[in-house]
């Protein structure tokens, strides 16, 4: 079993930044993969960025240049630098863990004012 748990959202006016951290405990040596999901009110979750056990990372085409994940040597937190933010980056981020199953944290919200 893995838990996952994020930390770190608000409110923010556009331009600004927040750091997401997820920390993960529970059966660690079964994840291949971990990441950031957001979902808007009224749209579907979607994919924002991952980092995998190689540290290959992957982003969404509306973060890129903007968000930068990130995780620690001991391979349990995971981190999401937001910069220059948009209102359209509200939303409640989720963290999300890869293994033999798919596993998410509570969600944690940000909120970007223009």
């Known amino acids: 079993q893995v838990h996952l748990e994020e930390s770190g959202g608000g409110s923010v006016q556009a331009g600004g930044s927040l750091r997401l951290s997820c920390a993960a405990w529970?059966?660690?040596?079964?994840?291949?993969?971990m990441g950031w999901y957001r979902q808007a009110p009224g749209k579907q979750r979607e994919l924002v960025a991952t980092?995998?056990?190689?540290?290959?990372?992957n982003y969404a085409d509306s973060v890129k240049g903007r968000f930068t994940i990130s995780g620690d040597s001991a391979g349990n937190t995971v981190y999401l630098l937001m910069n220059s933010l948009k209102p359209e980056d509200t939303g409640a981020y989720y963290c999300?863990?890869?293994?033999?199953?798919?596993?998410w944290g509570q969600g944690t919200q940000v909120t970007v004012s223009s």
């Open positions: 980092i995998d056990t190689r540290g290959t990372t």
């Open positions: 999300w863990a890869s293994s033999r199953y798919d596993h």
């Open positions: 529970g059966s660690l040596f079964s994840i291949d993969a």
